[in-house]
Every structure is written in C-alpha cells, then in structure tokens.
C-alpha cells in the first residue's frame, strides 16, 4: 500500500462529484463477491473420467441399437450430474447468505452532512466517520483521530491492535479496508476502494492461483483410465478371439463392444456422488459446510495442516490470566469476556473488598477504561479496545462494582506516552488511575505495593518488577502495569503514582482445540502454526495446545531461506511466525512438492491465496471473510477447529466407504464378465441380457453398493497414519480380492446356467441370473471391512445394508414372478429346486470370507499383537 503526501480536503464530496467518481473508479468491491454461475457449476460435474466413460458407453450401445441400454446409462449420467450440482449449489447459495448477514454500510460526509451509505459505494476521496465497532470500508488516511485503535488481524493475523494517528508515517497514519475499530474514534479520506485496496489486492493474489484438482478426482481419473483400457482391451480380445475362431466379423466386433460396455460400472459415478453428498450433508448438521463434494475426503486424506492462530486456534478475545501484585500471584479462572470465572489465590477465591490489594488493583481496571460489556442472545459481547475488554472482564469476575459515574478527567492514551489515566471519585476521596506499559508507567511511579504495604520503588524493586515482566512476556502474555495515589483536584498531573502490580493477558486457545490437535496427531497429521503473532504468543499458544515445537521462525528469517534450507526447517518441530500472505503461499507449495496432502486452515484475507492453492483450504465462517471463504473447499460454520477433526475423521470414513463399494462393485461386473467370457468360448447362447446386465449394475448392485457407502466409522480410523498422496482407490490386493470373487461369482452362475439348461434356455437365464445377482448381494458382508469379521463389525450395525439387502432381493424375487418385470428382464417363474441350488452356492461368499478373517484375528490375539488393521482377504 503506497501513501503520499497531497493534501486532503477535509469537508467532504457532494453528491454529484461521489457520482462521477463511481462511474470512474467502480463500485467498493473486490472478487470475493462473485457467485459461480449455476451452469458452470452444472458442467462440471460431467468432466470427470469416469462419466466420460459412462457418456462414452452410452453412445456405444446406442450405435449398436440398445436403446434401453443407451437411455438407462444416459439417465445415470444425468442423475450423477444433478445430485453433484444440487449439494455445490446449495453450498454456494448458503455462503451467499452468509454475506448477506455481514453489515455493508458506513458512514461519509456527502455534500456537508453526515449520511450512511451502501459501502460499495464509496469512492476516493469520501471523508469517512469511524467510532468503535465500525468496520473501515476502504483504505484511508487519517485526517484527525482520538485513541483510535484498529484490529488488523484478518490482514495481517497479528491480534494485539494497533494505535493510528494523522501523519503517521506509512500505515501508522492509514486504516486499510476489512479492518476494524475497536476503540476511539477517526475521520479519514479514501484513497483507495475496491481492488485498488490492500484487502483486494490480496485477493487478486488468491485469483491468481489456478483451479486444483483434488485428490480423489485424480484417483477416480485413474481408476476410469484404468477400466477404459481394460474395456477395450477385453473388447479388442474378445473381437480377435471369435474372428480368430472363425465367427462372423461384424457380429464379433458388436460383441466386444458389448462387453466393454458390460465392464463399466455404470453405478459407480452416482453412487460415489450419492455418498459424499449424504456425508457432506452430514458433516453440515455438524457445523462444516463442504463447498465442493470431494472437499471432505481430500480433507480426511490430509498429512499435513497448516493454520492459523488468530481466530482459528484462539479465541481472538484477550483475556487476563494473571495478576502479579508484590509477589503474590491471582489466577483468573475463564476466557474470553464471559464475567462467571473466578479470581483465585493459593487456590482460594477471592473478591473484591476481600484483600485490599487485590480491591485497588480490579478498581483501576474497571475505573481506567473506556470499554464494556453487555449480555444479549445468551452471550457476553465486549464494546472497545481488546485488552481494556480483558481487564474489566477480569474485575467481573472479582465482583468489581461499576464506577457510578464518569470520570472528572483523562489524560488519553498516546502511541509516545503508551500509558492512560483517569481521575474519578471513589467513595468520598478523589483518586488517579492509571495503566500502560510497565516500562513508560513505571517512569511516574514513586512507590509501589509491596508484600509489607506501600514502599519506596527502589532499583532493586524496579529491577524485581522487569523481571516478572520479562518472564510474563517470555510466556507470550501481553503485560499491562497498574497505578494509582489520591489527588486533590481533577487536572493532576500523572506523577508520583504507587506502582500496584501488573496483569498477564492472552488471546487464549480455544477449549476444544487441544483435543482436537492431539487426534490428528494420532492419526500421523502434522499440525503446523503459521501465524502472523509474534514467536513468542506464538509460542505461548502452542505450548497450551501441547504441540511440541522446537524452533519458531519469522517472515524474515523464511525470506532468507532458499527451498533447500526452507525443505530442512519443514522436516523440523516448527511454528511460523510474523508471516505474511506471500510466506504461507510458499510454504504449501514446498509441503505439496514432497509428496504431502496439505489442508490450510485460515479466516482472514491474509490467508486466501494459501488456502486456495492447498489440496483443500478450510475457512472460518463467523469471523472469516468474504475472501477467505470462496478460496475455500470447506467452510467451519462455527469456527470450532474440534469441527475441522471431524471433518477429518469423515473424510476417512468416505474414502474407506468408496473402496469398499468400489471393490464391491467391480468384482460384481468382474463375476458377469467371467460368466460371459466363459459362456462365449463354450459357444453357447447368451447367459445375460442386456436388460438384465443393466439391471443387476444399476438397480440391484447400485442401492447395495451405497448402503455399502453408508458404513459407519471404525474406532481405529484416527489412530492410522495418513494413507500416501499416491495410494490409489485400487491396487495388486484389490485386484486379487475382485478376481477371486468374480472367479467363484462367474462359475456358480456359468454352473447354474448349464445345470438347467434342460428345462429350457429363459428358465436356465433367469437361475444364472437371479444366481448372479444374489451372490452379489451375499458378498457384501465381505466387503463391510478387509480385517474385521462381521460378528465383531455387529451384522446390524449397518441397518441400511440390512434394508438394502432385502430390498434388493424382493426386487429380484419381483422380475421373477411380477408379470411387468417378467416381461421386461424375459425371466421365467423359478421353482424350490433352483432357489435352493442358488441358496447353497451363496453360502461361501459369507462362510469364507468370515472364517479367514476370524482365523486372523484369532492367530494376531494369541500373538498378543491385537487385530491387525491392514489385514486383507487375499
């Protein structure tokens, strides 16, 4: 931001002269405004390799004349599109009420008088009204300003606010637009409005950052590579193999085409859409708003996090701790600006009136300031500056009563002086307080309180003293000295003060935030501060969290790091500290250049371009910006970071879920596949339709695949490392698993088949089919997990499987016996012979499965090892 020195009229702009400058400059906004259009949104979810394979298959059997085939496969197309853009749509429409709910007005001078005004309208050049409270519009500069003191947090993450004053050199006299006023009051010209503006530049670096693909669209994109080759390579072989053979070329060539069709599984985009919108609409009862469908798994994925303090890991409301008076310690006992805590000593509570020393210092601290507090919708709030909130929070608590009336005199607090004092009666006697720095209230102290009572402030005391400060400030509290003596008129002069003691302050962590570092530390995520605080709140904070760090580095000292040092500082216990938007940019960019899915958590402008170009970018919903949510995939309702661990553990729970119902679901078609195989090369009449193939891939294997989705979390899924950025939804395991259940699958129905074939081609095709569809359903159970056996899972712990499965069944008991469906699936009535042949063959599918795994876990408890995790079927 780059401030000059012309001069500023001060009276304002008429109307005319605000209209003619909106038309030359623009209205007061900056891209964090724009909403992504619905078609865009709509679109996108057809870009995926998978649907393009699907869109591909529908075209296929529409060549070859399935017209059912074509529009069943199209419908599932369309369906998986609708229910993506309906949960990114909603997500979209609920940020965009989010901002409605921000406040958009300020107030100007227009042609003399004071009005309030849409603050997207605002121009250079507008003299701008700020009181306590009041957000900056734009960025400005000062023209006149008493104890004006601004929050620049959501820019710069630093929380202890900042004295302005006119003519200050650089930002000292300048207020920057998203900041706010906490305390005093200002008024200021416009210089610079929307984009031109600090905050917008700042998001013009977050547009910057190109679209990111996150990491399950990129192992879906290689799992649809991968059936793509291996259907056509299936359906090249099969069309070589019948020509080979001798078989007509054209009907061969339509039958590998078929069967590369009958490979894809055409359920497999929607039943992964279906899952994650279930999960994220869960995940929104519970206070995380996923703004994209995959957020939430990418999230679950995540190695690394990096977040930021102010608002994120804290509270961002300063709190007094302690209160060190002659050698004695007073602990306060709560946070942020709720008055019910306590004040204690040796462990006992103590009031006001009940020491004498402790009654004077809670009497400054009440008497001494310009702020307040106010109890509305079942909440305290505070009105002024942060640390004078904290230390009338903490006379509160003592059961301080309010000054009746106003003070008789004040000389302010000053940037120079960094002190404040006050003149007021108390009881029947006038009395001067005072606070500020310890060092500069110090130099008009002449006595102090002692553990004796009143002393002269010796040497020894004043060093005494410095080192209490220096110990409280090496903690990472903020340190605030308090005075006072009995005056004899309301114009005193602030001199021979008695020094009364000196009050510990902190912008404190979040209660719940400590539990939650700890379970991502369990699962093998790395938690990483990167704050815009000094290293030693930083600190501070990070010890109260139990995060271990063992070194602290500044914007500064990063800037003179080149990667390969950056790399070695990053395989460190290490916090970042007096960081700027630039440094955390870099940062994620060198911890996704190693391999690591990196999450970033963040409220303010500051941290937009890192939380865009992170695999997925968490934002605060309260208190974060505009800029800050639409940079981010997953917005925290409640900017609760105990809501970002469970967010995690739900992404967890989504992957596992889509590896099950994907292994399920391609060993279902890898079972139909062998059959068919089989079938072909015995040369005998088609063992399935095509109407039946779609039914058993869509209907029956579809609504079983995602109750199958709908498995609920293990207990032991925060207690495993991060699986690798490159491990895939598939692999050799995988492979082996699908195959042997396709082998057993493709047999018994082949078995079925020519078992019955005596009684006739249509009744022989329904038992195969009906065969193959509920040997589907049986393996289920195997796929509820790849360690644990079902009778330790709870076979009713997943009731909707339990719904699934007999739904499923009645639907194929239904194309068997109902008429419609007889006709349209070409099925013939099955007798009690045939459905007991059918019965016996799925017995294995759950026996095996659960005898091999219960022998595991048996053979690992008599090793005293417990179950194995990353034990499989095969």
């Given at each position: 931001?780059?401030?000059?020195?012309?001069?500023?009229?001060?009276?304002?702009?008429?109307?005319?002269?605000?209209?003619?400058?909106?038309?030359?400059?623009?209205?007061?906004?900056?891209?964090?405004?724009?909403?992504?259009?619905?078609?865009?949104?709509?679109?996108?979810?057809?870009?995926?390799?998978?649907?393009?394979?699907?869109?591909?298959?529908?075209?296929?059997?529409?060549?070859?004349?399935?017209?059912?085939?074509?529009?069943?496969?199209?419908?599932?197309?369309?369906?998986?599109?609708?229910?993506?853009?309906?949960?990114?749509?909603?997500?979209?429409?609920?940020?965009?009420?989010?901002?409605?709910?921000?406040?958009?007005?300020?107030?100007?001078?227009?042609?003399?008088?004071?009005?309030?005004?849409?603050?997207?309208?605002?121009?250079?050049?507008?003299?701008?009204?700020?009181?306590?409270?009041?957000?900056?519009?734009?960025d400005a500069r000062l023209v006149s300003a008493l104890e004006l003191r601004i929050d620049?947090?959501?820019?710069?993450?630093?929380?202890?606010?900042?004295?302005?004053?006119?003519?200050?050199?650089?930002?000292?006299?300048?207020?920057?637009?998203?900041?706010?006023?906490?305390?005093?009051?200002?008024?200021?010209?416009?210089?610079?409005?929307?984009?031109?503006?600090?905050?917008?530049?700042?998001?013009?670096?977050?547009?910057?950052?190109?679209?990111?693909?996150?990491?399950?669209?990129?192992?879906?994109?290689?799992?649809?590579?991968?059936?793509?080759?291996?259907?056509?390579?299936?359906?090249?072989?099969?069309?070589?193999?019948?020509?080979?053979?001798g078989r007509n070329v054209i009907e061969m060539v339509m039958t590998g085409l078929s069967?590369?069709?009958?490979?894809?599984?055409?359920?497999?985009?929607?039943?992964?859409?279906?899952?994650?919108?279930?999960?994220?609409a869960a995940m929104v009862r519970q206070k995380a708003l996923a703004r994209r469908l995959?957020?939430?798994?990418?999230?679950?994925?995540?190695?690394?996090?990096?977040?930021?303090?102010?608002?994120?890991?804290?509270?961002?409301?300063?709190?007094?701790?302690?209160?060190?008076?002659?050698?004695?310690?007073?602990?306060?006992?709560?946070?942020?600006?709720?008055?019910?805590?306590?004040?204690?000593?040796?462990?006992?509570?103590?009031?006001?009136?009940?020491?004498?020393?402790?009654?004077?210092?809670?009497?400054?601290?009440?008497?001494?300031?310009?702020?307040?507090?106010?109890?509305?919708?079942?909440?305290?709030?505070?009105?002024?500056?942060?640390?004078?909130?904290?230390?009338?929070?903490?006379?509160?608590?003592?059961?301080?009563?309010?000054?009746?009336?106003?003070?008789?005199?004040?000389?302010?607090?000053?940037?120079?002086?960094?002190?404040?004092?006050?003149?007021?009666?108390?009881?029947?006697?006038?009395?001067?307080?005072?606070?500020?720095?310890?060092?500069?209230?110090?130099?008009?102290?002449?006595?102090?309180?002692?553990?004796?009572?009143?002393?002269?402030?010796?040497?020894?005391?004043?060093?005494?003293?410095?080192?209490?400060?220096?110990?409280?400030?090496?903690?990472?509290?903020?340190?605030?000295?308090?005075?006072?003596?009995?005056?004899?008129?309301?114009?005193?002069?602030?001199?021979?003060?008695?020094?009364?003691?000196?009050?510990?302050?902190?912008?404190?962590?979040?209660?719940?935030?400590?539990?939650?570092?700890?379970?991502?530390?369990?699962?093998?995520?790395?938690?990483?501060?990167?704050?815009?605080?000094?290293?030693?709140?930083?600190?501070?904070?990070?010890?109260?969290?139990?995060?271990?760090?063992?070194?602290?580095?500044?914007?500064?000292?990063?800037?003179?790091?080149?990667?390969?040092?950056?790399?070695?500082?990053?395989?460190?216990?290490?916090?970042?500290?007096?960081?700027?938007?630039?440094?955390?940019?870099?940062?994620?960019?060198?911890?996704?250049?190693?391999?690591?899915?990196?999450?970033?958590?963040?409220?303010?402008?500051?941290?937009?371009?890192?939380?865009?170009?992170?695999?997925?970018?968490?934002?605060?919903?309260?208190?974060?910006?505009?800029?800050?949510?639409?940079?981010?995939?997953?917005?925290?309702?409640?900017?609760?970071?105990?809501?970002?661990?469970?967010?995690?553990?739900?992404?967890?729970?989504?992957?596992?879920?889509?590896?099950?119902?994907?292994?399920?679901?391609?060993?279902?078609?890898?079972?139909?596949?062998?059959?068919?195989?089989?079938?072909?090369?015995?040369?005998?009449?088609?063992?399935?339709?095509?109407?039946?193939?779609?039914?058993?891939?869509?209907?029956?294997?579809?609504?079983?695949?995602?109750?199958?989705?709908?498995?609920?979390?293990?207990?032991?899924?925060?207690?495993?490392?991060?699986?690798?950025?490159?491990?895939?939804?598939?692999?050799?395991?995988?492979?082996?698993?699908?195959?042997?259940?396709?082998?057993?699958?493709?047999?018994?129905?082949?078995?079925?088949?020519?078992?019955?074939?005596?009684?006739?081609?249509?009744?022989?095709?329904?038992?195969?089919?009906?065969?193959?569809?509920?040997?589907?359903?049986?393996?289920?159970?195997?796929?509820?997990?790849?360690?644990?056996?079902?009778?330790?899972?709870?076979?009713?712990?997943?009731?909707?499987?339990?719904?699934?499965?007999?739904?499923?069944?009645?639907?194929?008991?239904?194309?068997?016996?109902?008429?419609?469906?007889?006709?349209?699936?070409?099925?013939?009535?099955?007798?009690?012979?045939?459905?007991?042949?059918?019965?016996?063959?799925?017995?294995?599918?759950?026996?095996?499965?659960?005898?091999?795994?219960?022998?595991?876990?048996?053979?690992?408890?008599?090793?005293?090892?417990?179950?194995?995790?990353?034990?499989?079927?095969?």
């Amino acid at each position: 931001m780059q401030f000059d020195n012309t001069p500023i009229p001060v009276s304002g702009l008429t109307s005319a002269e605000a209209a003619k400058r909106l038309q030359i400059h623009g209205r007061n906004v900056v891209g964090e405004v724009r909403v992504t259009p619905a078609w865009k949104i709509f679109l996108r979810q057809f870009t995926g390799l998978l649907v393009l394979l699907l869109i591909g298959a529908a075209l296929v059997a529409l060549v070859l004349g399935e017209w059912i085939d074509s529009a069943a496969i199209g419908m599932v197309v369309v369906l998986n599109g609708v229910l993506g853009f309906v949960q990114e749509w909603r997500a979209e429409t609920a940020l965009a009420a989010l901002r409605e709910m921000l406040v958009g007005h300020a107030r100007v001078i227009r042609d003399g008088h004071p009005v309030e005004i849409d603050s997207r309208d605002i121009v250079p050049g507008d003299l701008v009204l700020l009181d306590a409270g009041d957000q900056v519009p734009a960025d400005a500069r000062l023209v006149s300003a008493l104890e004006l003191r601004i929050d620049e947090s959501v820019l710069t993450g630093e929380s202890i606010p900042v004295s302005k004053q006119p003519g200050g050199e650089g930002e000292t006299g300048a207020v920057m637009m998203g900041t706010l006023a906490v305390a005093g009051r200002a008024e200021a010209v416009v210089s610079a409005t929307g984009a031109s503006t600090a905050f917008g530049k700042i998001a013009q670096l977050t547009g910057s950052v190109g679209e990111k693909e996150t990491n399950l669209s990129r192992q879906l994109g290689r799992l649809g590579g991968q059936l793509g080759i291996a259907a056509l390579g299936l359906g090249a072989a099969i069309a070589i193999t019948g020509i080979l053979a001798g078989r007509n070329v054209i009907e061969m060539v339509m039958t590998g085409l078929s069967m590369a069709v009958a490979i894809v599984p055409e359920g497999l985009p929607a039943v992964v859409t279906i899952s994650l919108a279930l999960g994220a609409a869960a995940m929104v009862r519970q206070k995380a708003l996923a703004r994209r469908l995959q957020a939430m798994e990418t999230l679950g994925s995540a190695s690394v996090i990096c977040t930021d303090k102010t608002g994120t890991l804290t509270e961002n409301m300063m709190t007094g701790e302690i209160l060190w008076i002659g050698g004695r310690d007073y602990q306060a006992v709560g946070t942020g600006y709720d008055p019910a805590g306590r004040i204690l000593l040796d462990g006992q509570p103590l009031r006001h009136g009940d020491d004498p020393d402790l009654t004077d210092a809670l009497q400054v601290m009440v008497g001494c300031t310009h702020a307040s507090l106010y109890h509305e919708e079942s909440a305290w709030h505070m009105v002024g500056d942060p640390t004078e909130g904290a230390l009338v929070t903490f006379a509160y608590k003592g059961w301080t009563p309010v000054p009746p009336a106003g003070p008789l005199a004040e000389i302010p607090f000053t940037s120079e002086r960094k002190r404040m004092s006050m003149v007021r009666w108390q009881d029947d006697r006038l009395v001067q307080l005072a606070k500020g720095a310890p060092e500069h209230l110090l130099e008009v102290c002449s006595h102090w309180r002692g553990p004796d009572g009143t002393a002269p402030l010796t040497g020894a005391v004043r060093d005494e003293i410095h080192s209490v400060y220096a110990k409280m400030a090496d903690k990472g509290l903020r340190v605030i000295a308090l005075a006072r003596r009995d005056v004899t008129e309301a114009e005193a002069p602030e001199a021979d003060l008695e020094f009364i003691g000196l009050v510990g302050m902190i912008d404190p962590p979040r209660p719940e935030v400590k539990q939650a570092i700890s379970a991502c530390r369990s699962a093998g995520i790395r938690v990483i501060m990167i704050t815009g605080d000094g290293p030693r709140t930083a600190r501070a904070i990070a010890d109260a969290l139990s995060l271990p760090i063992d070194r602290a580095i500044t914007g500064a000292e990063l800037e003179a790091m080149d990667d390969t040092e950056l790399r070695a500082v990053l395989s460190e216990q290490v916090l970042f500290a007096r960081t700027a938007p630039e440094h955390k940019m870099r940062l994620v960019e060198l911890l996704q250049s190693e391999g690591l899915i990196v999450a970033m958590t963040g409220d303010g402008v500051n941290d937009a371009p890192a939380l865009k170009r992170a695999d997925v970018g968490v934002a605060m919903g309260i208190r974060g910006t505009d800029v800050s949510k639409d940079a981010a995939d997953l917005v925290l309702l409640d900017d609760n970071f105990a809501t970002l661990e469970r967010a995690i553990r739900e992404g967890r729970r989504q992957f596992a879920n889509i590896r099950r119902f994907v292994r399920y679901l391609l060993s279902s078609n890898a079972g139909e596949v062998i059959a068919i195989l089989a079938n072909l090369a015995l040369g005998g009449p088609l063992i399935y339709l095509p109407t039946q193939i779609l039914w058993m891939n869509l209907v029956t294997d579809g609504v079983t695949a995602l109750a199958l989705g709908l498995e609920p979390g293990t207990p032991d899924q925060m207690t495993e490392p991060p699986r690798p950025a490159k491990q895939g939804i598939m692999d050799w395991t995988a492979v082996g698993l699908i195959l042997s259940f396709g082998i057993y699958t493709g047999s018994a129905s082949l078995y079925l088949f020519y078992a019955f074939m005596v009684e006739g081609d249509a009744l022989a095709r329904t038992a195969a089919f009906t065969g193959m569809v509920l040997f589907e359903k049986m393996s289920v159970f195997a796929f509820r997990s790849f360690s644990q056996p079902c009778w330790r899972l709870g076979w009713l712990s997943n009731p909707k499987l339990i719904l699934a499965l007999i739904l499923m069944v009645g639907a194929q008991i239904a194309a068997v016996y109902w008429p419609p469906l007889q006709l349209l699936l070409r099925t013939a009535p099955l007798g009690w012979n045939h459905w007991q042949q059918i019965w016996l063959l799925c017995l294995p599918l759950v026996l095996v499965p659960e005898a091999i795994k219960s022998l595991r876990l048996l053979r690992s408890r008599h090793r005293g090892e417990g179950a194995a995790p990353n034990a499989t079927l095969t």
